[in-house]
C-alpha cells in the first residue's frame, strides 16, 4: 500500500520552527515525509550570490577573482521503519536533504555523521504513523486481523512475544502503565488463560480476547481494545524510554536560539514532554533559605509555548487523528 502521511499541525511546525533559508534542521520522526519535505521548501539550497574581492600583489598588479560564498540549508531525516525511508527518500530527493534509518534518541551520532554538531530547530512527531497504523500486514490495528506484530523498526520483540511470554504481572503493569487500562486484571488474565490453550498470533485473535474481558456495560463508547493495543505496542517499541532519552539528545544538539518541537498523541507522552521542558528552564535549585546562590545553574531554555498547541476545528474535520495531537516548543538560551 502506499506510504501516506497526512502531517498534523503543519502550520503551526512550520511557524514553530522559525525556519531560517540556511539553518540546519532535523526531523527526528520522518514518517512519510510530510512535515520534512515542507521544511525542506523553505531552505536555501546550492550556492549563493557570487561576490568579487579585488587583491592586489606584490608587484602592485590588480587582480580580481569571483568567490562564491556558501550559505545553504541542510535537513535530516531520521526513522526507525526503514520503510519509512525508502518512501521519505523519494519524496526528498529534490532537496539537499538525508534520511537514516535510525532511532530519534540517535540522532547525536546520526548527525554526527553528516558532519552536523548544532542544529537551529528539530521536530518530533511521536506515535505511529497513519501507515503503520492503517496496514494490516504491520499488526498495529485492532480494526483488522493480522500477524500480531507492532514492530515500528520491523525487528526485535513482538506483540506476539509480549502476550504470550511476559508474566501475567508484566501485562498487568504495561496495561495499567501504558494503556492507563482500569481493567487490566481482567484483560491479563484472559490473556493468558487463553494462551494456555494456543499461543495468540493475530490481531483479531488478541482483540476478541480482549472484548470479552471487557465489562459490557462500559463498551459503549470507545473500543474497549484501543488502550491495550496502545499499551502492547508502547512496551513492544520501547516508546517512553526513546522518548526521554531523545528529547534529552536534541535539546543538547540545539544551537543557542534554536527550537525543539515535539508533537504527542496521548497523555503519558506529553506529561513526560512538559516535565522535561520545564526542567530546562529551571535556573538556581539552592534551598530557598540561602542568602545567596552557590549552586550556580541557570536556566537552559524558555517556552515559547506556555500551554501546548492543539489542531484547529477545520483540521480535525479534514484529519480526525489531528484530534488527539498537542505540540509544546522549547527555545534553547545562551
Do not use: W
Amino acid at each position: 500500500m502506499e506510504f501516506s502521511h497526512e502531517p498534523v499541525l503543519l502550520q503551526e511546525v512550520i511557524n514553530g520552527l522559525n525556519i531560517q533559508p540556511g539553518g540546519t534542521y532535523i526531523d527526528g520522526t520522518c514518517g512519510g515525509a510530510g512535515h520534512s519535505v515542507e521544511i525542506a521548501k523553505r531552505l536555501k539550497y546550492g550556492r549563493s550570490d557570487s561576490v568579487t574581492p579585488i587583491t592586489i600583489s606584490s608587484d602592485g598588479k590588480i587582480s580580481e577573482e569571483t568567490v562564491e560564498e556558501t550559505n545553504i540549508g541542510f535537513l535530516i531525516g531520521i526513522d526507525r521503519d526503514p520503510d519509512a525511508v525508502k518512501i521519505a527518500e523519494k519524496r526528498l530527493e529534490p532537496y539537499d536533504a538525508v534520511v537514516a534509518n535510525g532511532n530519534f534518541d540517535e540522532m547525536t551520532e546520526i548527525a554526527a555523521r553528516y558532519e552536523v554538531f548544532a542544529a537551529d530547530g528539530i521536530l518530533l512527531d511521536l506515535g505511529v504513523s497513519s501507515y503503520q497504523l492503517d496496514n494490516p500486514e504491520r499488526g498495529f490495528s485492532y480494526h483488522n486481523d493480522a500477524p500480531l506484530d507492532m514492530r515500528m523498526s520491523k525487528s526485535g520483540l513482538s506483540a506476539a512475544d509480549v502476550v504470550n511470554t511476559y508474566p501475567i504481572e508484566e501485562i498487568i503493569r504495561i496495561l495499567r502503565d501504558y494503556g492507563e487500562e482500569r481493567f487490566a486484571f481482567r484483560i491479563a488474565e484472559a490473556i493468558v488463560t487463553a494462551r494456555e490453550e494456543k499461543l495468540i498470533e493475530t490481531t483479531g485473535e488478541l482483540a476478541e480476547i480482549v472484548a470479552n474481558a471487557y465489562p459490557a456495560r462500559f463498551r459503549r463508547d470507545k473500543n474497549p481494545c484501543r488502550k491495550t493495543f496502545q499499551a502492547i505496542r508502547m512496551e513492544v517499541n520501547g516508546e517512553l524510554d526513546h522518548v526521554a532519552n531523545g528529547i534529552g539528545a536534541a535539546f543538547e544538539l540545539l544551537k543557542p536560539g534554536g527550537r525543539l518541537l515535539v508533537i504527542t498523541f496521548h497523555s503519558l507522552e506529553d506529561r513526560l514532554v512538559k516535565r522535561r521542558f520545564v526542567s530546562f528552564t529551571k535556573g538556581c535549585t539552592c534551598p530557598p533559605d540561602f542568602p545567596e546562590c552557590v549552586c550556580g545553574k541557570t536556566a537552559q531554555g524558555a517556552l515559547v509555548t506556555r500551554k501546548p498547541i492543539v489542531a484547529s476545528s477545520d483540521e480535525i474535520a479534514k484529519n480526525n487523528r489531528s484530534r488527539s495531537a498537542k505540540l509544546r516548543i522549547i527555545e534553547k538560551l545562551a
